[in-house]
């Protein structure tokens, strides 16, 4: 983020106000949920990157797991 120039001969005035609490509430719910989104993001992504370097089973048999799975499930 950088700081803006103001253009000659004319001068920003920032007037803040303070938060209501339900602003704080709703900003600090905001900050929750977007820190939840990212550790998500991030334990999933160790996820898929700990199964690759897993390796492959052998002789692997897609129609015999998935009935398997069927029995197991359904």
Do not use: C, W
């Not at 103001?6 to 900050?31: C, M, N, V, W």
């Amino acid at each position: 983020m950088g700081l803006i120039k103001e253009p000659k001969g004319i001068d920003f005035i920032i007037k803040s106000q303070r938060l209501t609490k339900k602003e704080k509430a709703a900003i600090i719910e905001y900050i929750k949920q977007y820190k939840l989104k990212q550790s998500k993001k991030k334990k999933t992504a160790q996820a898929l990157i700990k199964g690759e370097k897993s390796g492959f089973v052998k002789n692997f048999d897609a129609k015999t797991n998935l009935k398997k799975l069927h029995s197991k499930h359904l």
